[in-house]
């Protein structure tokens, strides 16, 4: 069993919470690193009125004791400081309080999700299938990150582009333009892990494979509508010589010139850097709403309006490192032990060893 994690909690009920498995014990652990890391995935330009309601902090309550894990499940909860605002609409108990939402907004689950799950209101939806669930993913993924750091394997991000435009100043000027005509803009993100030892992931069965568990999960963040694994799109232009990292060897010491492949060959890592591109399809809430359907009425309507992002790419690169943490932290434990943080890095030592010494990498 490797590490995983499951959470729960909608964008406005009262916490949000996460219960995480799997990280060995012994690994010193901080909130305030963790903190720092939710604070990074409420910046960026062009975030919304909700960023300035709340400020997220995270507080622990099992599987840590006196800054140590104890390789139990650990627990984590994030208040929603907007709670007060809310009690009524979102409470557990009670009779229904509050306006129904019943314009279902194109890009969204709202419509499908009701079906789905026969709902009348459409924030029995939306609240759980809102980007705000990603605060925990960012939670666990920062703890992730610091078991990582004592594995010698880092991971980080940036953005690329935003709406077609490069550069600070252009997607600055993308960002405004959408705002003022009260639309949204998506773009895309890279994730880089490095320092990550060949051979994590397998190619004995297909649910094995570590690049399909990283497409897999970057898929799962919110209005990702595409993963590439290094220059996947661009390679399916090409010819083959120009595309595969070819092999070379230097007084024994195996390596590649080039990482065309993003770290992954045959559903493995291969030494390289795992680099994880992904694109965020513009936030379906927008200001000047689009055309939709009442659900209660079937008459035709606009969309309904939540308190939104005019861009939130680098909230999304943030939930994309978070990710990246997870998996690769689950293959770590999967394949060299979880138990004790100390039996984890001693097995990691031995196998870096081996592949040194067996094949130069």
Same mark, same amino acid.
């Given at each position: 069993m490797g590490v995983r994690y499951i959470s729960g909690g909608e964008s406005h009920g009262s916490r949000l919470v996460c219960i995480l498995e799997g990280l060995p014990?012994?690994? &010193?652990?901080s909130s305030d690193f963790v903190n720092a890391e939710l604070k990074r995935r409420q910046g960026g330009y062009g975030r919304g009125g909700r960023m300035k309601i709340e400020s997220d902090c995270v507080e622990f309550l099992s599987g840590i004791r006196f800054g140590e894990t104890l390789g139990s499940p650990i627990t984590l909860s994030v208040e929603?400081?907007?709670w007060k605002n809310w009690q009524d609409r979102m409470s557990a108990e009670g009779s229904p309080c509050?306006? &129904? #939402?019943?314009?279902?907004?194109p890009g969204h689950a709202d419509l499908i999700g009701a079906a789905k799950?026969?709902?009348?209101? #459409?924030?029995? *939806?939306?609240?759980?299938s809102s980007a705000r669930e990603t605060t925990m993913r960012v939670a666990a993924g920062a703890l992730c990150k610091i078991f990582l750091h004592c594995c010698g394997i880092e991971v980080g991000g940036k953005v690329l582009s935003v709406g077609g435009a490069i550069g600070d100043e252009k997607i600055r000027e993308r960002i405004?333009?959408? &705002?003022?005509?009260?639309d949204t803009v998506g773009g895309i993100f890279e994730v880089k892990v490095s320092g990550v030892p060949a051979g994590l992931g397998s190619h004995i069965q297909w649910d094995r494979k570590l690049d399909a568990k990283f497409a897999a999960a970057f898929m799962s963040i919110q209005a990702v509508k595409a993963v590439e694994l290094g220059d996947g799109f661009s390679n399916a232009t090409k010819l083959g010589s120009e595309v595969h990292d070819e092999i070379f060897v230097d007084g024994g010491k195996i390596f590649r010139k080039t990482n065309r492949a993003g770290g992954f060959e045959g559903g493995m890592t291969n030494g390289e850097d795992l680099i994880i591109r992904a694109a965020m399809k513009p936030i379906p809430t927008l200001m000047k709403p689009l055309q939709t359907v009442d659900i209660a009425t079937r008459q035709p309507v606009t969309a309904s309006k939540e308190r939104s992002d005019t861009c939130a *790419?680098?909230?999304?690169?943030? #939930?994309?490192?978070a990710m990246a943490a997870v998996v690769t932290a689950d293959a770590i434990v999967d394949k060299f032990g979880g138990d004790a943080l100390i039996d984890t890095l001693a097995n990691l030592k031995h196998y870096r060893a081996r592949l040194t010494e067996e094949f130069g990498l």
């Open positions: 014990a012994g690994l &010193k652990v929603n400081r907007d509050g306006e &129904k #939402v019943t314009n279902a907004r799950y026969s709902r009348s209101d #459409v924030r029995d *939806i939306l609240e759980r405004d333009e959408a &705002k003022s005509r009260g *790419i680098w909230a999304a690169q943030v #939930v994309g490192e």
